[in-house]
């Protein structure tokens, strides 16, 4: 047991963690990083999605991986609940732990370490996305899959399984991953990938955090174009932006692909007179839906700016010839939920689903016929074509389909009260039971109230979660309330 005078002055580390028998009282161990018992739970009772508050009852801001090895081992003998954060930018409550230790992987120093020759970076444990394409376009080369918010964390990514405009060739993040190396719940450092601790490896990744913690993690690099030639293409039709999205996939006309629904009165203003005439088309079959899709098509550029033409299409295009942007200022655009603090700072009831391609059309259409613009409240509506047949990350689940699409409702609660929360979360399970008959599944950091990892997986693991995590203090208590 840890006693009072080891205690570190800048951590509040005076305050026992519990008293043992006869009142004797227990404090956290002593590390290089800090313990905050007070100030700093408000900040980490909620997640991004802001839909509820479980005060911890501790965070911890370590500056070392042996502080995490501490965390773990002090939690799993006295059965502290403990999560494992990034940058908390999941909605379904992963990161909140009532009661328990929050351990934010963001404060261990920034280490990234490029191997150009062999083509792979290693990336500590709460680097952000930010910290890595910077790196990485320093010396000609770039993550293969990327997100569109670079301050989310890489492992907190993969821990999720994590989708990017690329996934419709790249596949997702978590099967990017060459090596990791975790500190499991029992505080045991362990280094693993396809071959060695597969099983590790296997739970790690889209692990949600239940493994243990991430504190490096290999991916792989290429080359990165030095511009990216940006297409804009608007839809009033699912039918012909589906259409059109197969047939850029199967001819790899761009290198990534992303779609973003926007009520159609935002989208009128965008366009100049000539094209707005589109939007009333009587012939498009959407012509009554409140919304209107935007594609963003870009294109790599690794040389002078080609004279390549766009691929045909049914879309609405300002710019015929797209917008050449820097690499970095393309990576670098923030995505609609964060461009106005009132999107970002409100709770998301955000329901996100995978989605089998030959169910699209119908689900798509049928979703967004029934949604009011009001019922997103200012947030967006995404779009984005995934490669499931490349998925291997066993604890993510996607359709038993070959190809089909992320379809989320980023919804931001406005006004922002319980009940604007619970009638938008009602609606989601709505949506997501009707998906489910379409062989759909759930990305599982949105914020339906449901379990995020199925329970059956570790029932066929005891063993693995024997060694992971013996008393089971990192588990996502999803239920948190109950
Ligand atoms: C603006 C915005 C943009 C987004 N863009 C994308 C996107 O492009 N693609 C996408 O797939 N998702 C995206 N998401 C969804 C989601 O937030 C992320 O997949 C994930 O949460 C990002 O990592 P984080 O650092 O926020 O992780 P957190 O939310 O902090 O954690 C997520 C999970 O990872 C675990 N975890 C975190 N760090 C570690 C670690 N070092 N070791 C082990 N486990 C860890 C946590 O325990 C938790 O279970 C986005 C969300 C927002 C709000």
């Known amino acids: 047991m ?17 008293l043992l028998a006869d009142k004797v009282p227990l404090y956290f161990p002593n590390t290089a990083g800090i313990l905050n018992q007070n100030s700093l739970s408000t900040d980490y009772s909620a997640d991004f999605g802001g839909t509820d508050r479980f005060p911890p009852r501790a965070v911890l801001l370590p500056r070392t991986a042996a502080d995490i090895v501490t965390a773990m081992r002090f939690s799993q003998q006295y059965r502290i609940p403990v999560a494992v954060r990034g940058a908390g930018h999941a909605a379904s409550r992963l990161v909140l732990r009532r009661g328990g230790l929050i351990i934010d992987m963001r404060s261990l120093p920034i280490e990234l370490s490029i191997n150009a020759a062999a083509g ?67 505080g045991e450092e362990i280094c693993c990938s396809p071959t060695q601790d597969a099983a590790v490896f296997e739970a790690a990744r889209a692990g949600l955090g239940q493994a243990g913690a991430m504190v490096r993690v290999r991916m792989p690099l290429v080359a990165a174009p030095l511009q990216v030639r940006l297409h804009e293409l608007y839809y009033t039709s699912v039918g012909q932006l589906l259409t059109d999205l197969r047939v850029f996939i ?21 366009l100049s007179e000539r094209n707005q005439r589109f939007l009333h088309d009587p012939a498009g079959a959407d012509a009554t839906s409140d919304w209107v899709f935007k594609l963003d098509a870009g ?52 329901l996100i689903l995978f989605i089998p391609d ?27 074509p995934i490669e499931f047949g490349q998925v291997r990350a066993p604890l993510l689940q996607v359709p038993k389909a070959t190809r089909g699409f992320m379809f989320s409702l980023l919804r931001v609660a406005a006004p922002a009260t319980e ?9 989601n399970l709505q949506i997501y039971a009707r ?15 449901l379990a995020p990892i199925p329970a059956a997986y570790w029932e066929h693991r005891r063993e693995l979660q024997q060694r992971l995590d013996p008393a089971q203090v990192l588990a996502v208590p999803w239920s948190l309330s109950a």
């Open 2 to 18: 840890t006693t009072k005078e080891n205690l570190q002055s800048d951590s509040d580390r005076t305050i026992p963690w519990l």
């Open 120 to 186: 792979y970076i290693d990336i500590s444990g709460g680097a952000t996305w930010a910290a890595v394409i910077r790196a990485t376009l320093a010396q000609g080369l770039m993550p293969k899959t990327t997100v569109d918010w670079q301050e989310l964390t890489v492992a907190g990514t993969i821990s999720t399984g994590g989708v990017g405009a690329q996934s419709f060739w790249a596949g997702v993040h978590a099967d990017q991953v060459m090596e990791l190396e975790l500190i499991s719940g029992a």
């Open 250 to 270: 199967r001819d790899r006309s761009f290198d990534t692909l992303l779609v973003v629904a926007v009520p159609r009165t935002v989208a009128a203003q965008r």
């Open 299 to 350: 294109k790599y550029e690794f040389s002078a700016p080609s004279t390549v033409p766009l691929a045909s299409h049914q879309g609405i295009s300002e710019t015929p010839r797209g917008r050449l942007l820097s690499t970095e200022e393309f990576l670098f655009r923030a995505p609609p939920l964060m461009q106005r603090k009132e999107l970002y700072a409100a709770p998301h009831p955000e």
């Open 358 to 384: 030959h169910a699209a059309e119908e689900l798509i259409q049928a979703t967004i016929a029934a949604l009011p613009v009001g019922d997103m409240g200012g947030g967006p509506i995404l779009l984005l």
């Open 419 to 427: 009940s604007e929360v619970s009638r938008l979360t009602a609606n």
């Open 435 to 449: 998906a489910l008959e379409c062989g759909a599944t759930r990305y599982p950091c949105d914020a339906l109230p």
